[in-house]
């Protein structure tokens, strides 16, 4: 592997080991101290939940609680010398069956992706990808519904934004790029959608595990570096998600781990992983990735060869995917817009035009207030202290060099967004190159002196301590908000009303990814309109249930795989 593995030793100016763990100790503490006062006093009065934006209340209300969790399981932590002891003896054990340990985190994972997780695609940055995944698994470019019924399955806030749609022919497709969904199709076509994500989780693990272990040569620092992902609810809250960024950090990390190897023939597959990393859900988080380590190679002539190798790969997935779907959805036309977005119709170039115009601004006081409560979640969901790893001052080798200016990239970047992340578990616009920081803290203590050692042991003990309260802080959240959607019987054919106008972001619960599922969700336009609808579309449906979230039907046997089996067919012709 093409890197310079650092030497551990500091120059004569340096702060003294000692010194170092002593800031750590007294900063972490501080800052945990700190965290649960911010996430509480920065709400607004007596406000309830619901008043709040989602990033918002996640901030106040969810992060609080993590805060506090991590603060609480570090003074445990820290007064327990014997479970520091006992992380020690893991981290070597750990260093010494890597493979024992991720098939373990994966398990784990797509354990609690299923029942913590509830396989629910919570935002529609996770519905959309998930409809279009059941799209290709049934074989279609495109999810096809009833014309007459597109208004209401798939609402109109979301059309041309998050999906695109034609009116004449019922289509609607994703507006992000295809890759994660492409990947997604085989496990949702099995059934098996939740167990993806886990999957990439465990990818990522190994290259953390590979990157920290051969930047030192010591086995022991790839089983600090993975003990130190395995406690942050950063990676692990995110990896039994259904958002696309557990699988860019996977494939970023698996971009990098190729392109530091001294061949031609590895920088290819490595272009070839960073062109799907492209086209996963959009092509900005890898770009930010790759921008420093192409630059890197860029800067020795003897290097060019590698480079050149790494462009090339690029090329095959991104002409079939990136300008492929951009084609593809050109001829869907897009009904109706949302203001601002691109409508399906548009090219490649007006797609760059409304990124650059209407995505990346000059920072305002918004901004920058969401970007501070989305530093404060980089530090409460990584283990205590892990974010001070990235200051500690030591020389680096060229792949944790190259992390840490992909994270630093990242963050930078993103303070020229104007989104606030909205849903999210953590700071996840920054979770792509997120893995700078454990792969940071193994190479770090792989070398570290005992004080040092006992201190990265408490912060993995602290952060898995912590876990279990973000993972149930994780599933109230999501079953709180399948509580605002009735729910049929298992057996059954139903059509669901979801009302609008009873609390924020009750548009994510109209989803209707798969056919298999016996139910077909509809926004809600009143009690009038929806029996009148009904009336229409569905003659001999029973209504059971009305109350303020919407209403439940039961319909007659068969009559929805009829309607849907009539519609894939009348779609079909219409192509």
Same mark, same amino acid.
């Given at each position: 592997?093409?890197?310079?593995?650092?030497?551990?030793?500091?120059?004569?100016?340096?702060?003294? =080991?000692?010194?170092?763990?002593?800031?750590?100790?007294?900063?972490?503490?501080?800052?945990?101290?700190?965290?649960?006062?911010?996430?509480?006093?920065?709400?607004?009065?007596?406000? =309830?939940?619901?008043?709040?934006?989602?990033?918002?209340?996640?901030?106040?209300?969810?992060?609080?609680?993590?805060?506090?969790?991590?603060?609480?399981?570090?003074?445990?932590?820290? #007064?327990?010398?014997?479970?520091?002891?006992?992380?020690?003896?893991?981290?070597?054990?750990?260093?010494?069956?890597?493979?024992?340990?991720?098939?373990?985190?994966?398990?784990?994972?797509?354990?609690?992706?299923?029942?913590?997780?509830?396989?629910?695609?919570?935002?529609?940055?996770?519905?959309?990808?998930?409809?279009?995944?059941?799209?290709? $698994?049934?074989?279609?470019?495109?999810?096809?519904? =009833?014309?007459?019924?597109?208004?209401?399955?798939?609402?109109?806030?979301?059309?041309?934004?998050?999906?695109?749609?034609?009116?004449?022919?019922?289509?609607?497709?994703?507006?992000?790029?295809?890759?994660? #969904?492409?990947?997604?199709?085989?496990?949702?076509?099995?059934?098996?959608?939740?167990?993806?994500?886990?999957?990439?989780?465990?990818?990522?693990?190994?290259?953390?595990?590979?990157?920290?272990?051969?930047?030192?040569?010591?086995?022991?620092?790839?089983?600090?570096?993975?003990?130190?992902?395995?406690?942050?609810?950063?990676?692990?809250?995110?990896?039994?998600?259904?958002?696309?960024?557990?699988?860019?950090?996977?494939?970023?990390?698996?971009?990098?781990?190729?392109?530091?190897?001294?061949?031609?023939?590895?920088?290819?597959?490595?272009?070839?992983?960073?062109?799907?990393?492209?086209?996963?859900?959009?092509?900005?988080?890898?770009?930010?990735?790759?921008?420093?380590?192409?630059?890197?190679?860029?800067?020795?002539?003897?290097?060019?060869?590698?480079?050149?190798?790494?462009?090339?790969?690029?090329?095959?997935?991104?002409?079939?995917?990136?300008?492929?779907?951009?084609?593809?959805?050109?001829?869907?036309?897009?009904?109706?817009?949302? !203001?601002?977005?691109?409508?399906?119709?548009?090219?490649?170039?007006?797609?760059?035009?409304?990124?650059?115009?209407?995505?990346?601004?000059?920072?305002?006081?918004?901004?920058?207030?969401?970007? /501070?409560?989305? !530093?404060?979640?980089?530090?409460?969901?990584?283990?205590?202290?892990?974010?001070?790893?990235?200051?500690?001052?030591?020389?680096?080798?060229? $792949?944790?060099?190259?992390?840490?200016?992909?994270?630093?990239?990242?963050?930078?970047?993103?303070?020229?967004?104007?989104?606030?992340?909205?849903?999210?578990?953590?700071?996840?616009?920054?979770?792509?190159? /997120?893995?700078?920081?454990?792969?940071? +803290?193994?190479?770090?203590?792989?070398?570290?002196?005992?004080?040092?050692?006992?201190?990265?042991?408490?912060?993995? #003990?602290?952060?898995?301590?912590? !876990?279990?309260?973000?993972?149930?802080?994780?599933?109230?959240?999501?079953?709180?908000?399948?509580?605002?959607?009735?729910?049929?019987?298992?057996?059954?054919?139903?059509?669901?009303?979801?009302?609008?106008?009873?609390?924020?972001?009750?548009?994510?619960?109209?989803?209707?990814?798969?056919?298999?599922?016996?139910?077909?969700?509809?926004?809600?336009?009143?009690?009038?309109?929806?029996?009148?609808?009904?009336?229409?579309?569905?003659?001999?449906?029973?209504?059971?249930?009305?109350?303020?979230?919407?209403?439940?039907?039961?319909?007659?046997?068969?009559?929805?795989?009829?309607?849907?089996?009539?519609?894939?067919?009348?779609? +079909?012709?219409?192509?």
């Amino acid at each position: 592997m093409l890197v310079a593995r650092p030497t551990g030793r500091l120059s004569a100016a340096s702060p003294k =080991p000692e010194t170092i763990t002593q800031v750590l100790v007294a900063g972490t503490v501080a800052l945990c101290c700190v965290a649960p006062l911010l996430t509480s006093l920065s709400r607004s009065g007596q406000a =309830p939940r619901e008043a709040y934006l989602i990033f918002e209340r996640l901030f106040f209300f969810n992060d609080y609680a993590g805060s506090l969790a991590m603060l609480v399981a570090l003074v445990v932590a820290l #007064a327990l010398p014997k479970v520091q002891q006992a992380v020690i003896g893991l981290a070597t054990w750990v260093g010494e069956h890597p493979g024992a340990t991720i098939a373990a985190a994966f398990v784990t994972l797509a354990a609690c992706s299923r029942f913590v997780y509830m396989a629910h695609p919570l935002s529609m940055d996770e519905y959309a990808p998930w409809m279009q995944a059941h799209a290709f $698994a049934q074989g279609h470019l495109a999810a096809h519904y =009833p014309p007459q019924l597109l208004d209401a399955i798939v609402p109109k806030e979301f059309q041309g934004y998050f999906i695109g749609v034609n009116h004449s022919t019922g289509e609607a497709a994703s507006k992000y790029w295809p890759g994660l #969904a492409l990947m997604l199709a085989p496990f949702v076509w099995l059934d098996l959608g939740w167990c993806l994500n886990p999957a990439f989780g465990a990818l990522a693990l190994a290259m953390i595990y590979k990157l920290a272990s051969e930047a030192t040569g010591q086995r022991v620092a790839g089983g600090w570096a993975m003990l130190a992902a395995l406690a942050s609810p950063q990676f692990t809250v995110n990896a039994i998600s259904l958002y696309a960024m557990p699988g860019e950090l996977a494939l970023n990390l698996l971009f990098l781990w190729l392109l530091l190897r001294p061949s031609a023939k590895s920088a290819f597959a490595a272009g070839l992983v960073g062109g799907l990393a492209l086209a996963m859900h959009n092509p900005v988080p890898h770009a930010l990735m790759a921008a420093p380590a192409l630059v890197w190679l860029a800067w020795d002539r003897q290097r060019w060869p590698w480079l050149a190798a790494a462009l090339a790969g690029y090329v095959p997935p991104a002409a079939i995917l990136l300008l492929g779907w951009v084609s593809y959805l050109s001829g869907v036309e897009a009904a109706v817009a949302r !203001t601002g977005a691109p409508a399906a119709h548009h090219g490649l170039l007006d797609v760059v035009s409304y990124f650059f115009g209407s995505v990346l601004m000059v920072p305002t006081d918004d901004m920058v207030l969401a970007r /501070w409560y989305a !530093t404060w979640k980089v530090w409460i969901w990584g283990c205590p202290g892990l974010l001070f790893v990235l200051f500690i001052p030591r020389s680096k080798g060229i $792949a944790e060099r190259l992390l840490l200016a992909a994270f630093a990239t990242t963050f930078l970047f993103f303070l020229f967004v104007r989104f606030d992340q909205g849903h999210g578990w953590g700071y996840r616009y920054i979770h792509t190159a /997120w893995a700078a920081l454990p792969v940071a +803290a193994g190479i770090w203590l792989a070398t570290a002196r005992d004080a040092s050692r006992k201190w990265g042991a408490t912060m993995i #003990a602290a952060g898995l301590l912590a !876990t279990p309260v973000f993972m149930w802080q994780t599933h109230q959240t999501i079953a709180e908000t399948l509580s605002w959607r009735l729910s049929p019987p298992a057996t059954g054919e139903w059509v669901v009303f979801v009302a609008e106008d009873t609390g924020r972001y009750r548009g994510d619960l109209v989803q209707n990814a798969s056919d298999r599922t016996g139910r077909l969700h509809l926004v809600s336009r009143g009690e009038a309109e929806d029996n009148a609808l009904m009336a229409r579309q569905f003659p001999g449906a029973v209504r059971l249930e009305r109350d303020r979230r919407g209403s439940l039907w039961r319909l007659p046997e068969g009559m929805l795989a009829e309607k849907l089996r009539a519609m894939s067919v009348r779609a +079909a012709g219409a192509r």
